[in-house]
């Protein structure tokens, strides 16, 4: 688990542990360094950096997540663009109309679920 918390993560850049807390971790292997702190620090002081970096850190995750949804938007466009539905491909469909008997907030009707129908080849009535 603690490996998890550690590893930078490509989405958002830090490690989860850093987000959460707003500092590094400290390892056993460092118990025997006392941390840095320079000079005149307060307890004010350490919240207002505390504060700040928990902001700033938290602004990069969220360009960083942006980035990522653009890129990953760029890519399943591409990929769904250029290739259009070949016959036998399962493809989702939503009913335009209700279901006569049922409600019209059942799945039957389209709302609670999608449909799935394989795909037609385009030239099926030519």
Known sequence: MMVYQVTVHSS????PF????GRHPRFPSDSS??????????????????Q????????LACSHLET????????LGQQVNNNPPAPDDDVLHRRPTPTMGYPPSSPANGRGRSL???????????
């Open 12 to 15: 958002a850049g830090y490690f």
């Open 18 to 21: 850093f987000l959460l807390t």
């Open 33 to 50: 360094h006392p941390p840095h702190r320079p000079d005149g620090s307060s307890p004010d002081m350490y919240a207002f950096e505390l």
């Open 52 to 59: 700040e970096t928990s902001r700033l850190a938290d602004n």
């Open 68 to 75: 990522s949804y653009a890129r990953q938007k760029i890519y």
């Open 116 to 126: 799935s129908f394989k795909s037609f080849p385009l030239n099926l009535y030519d």
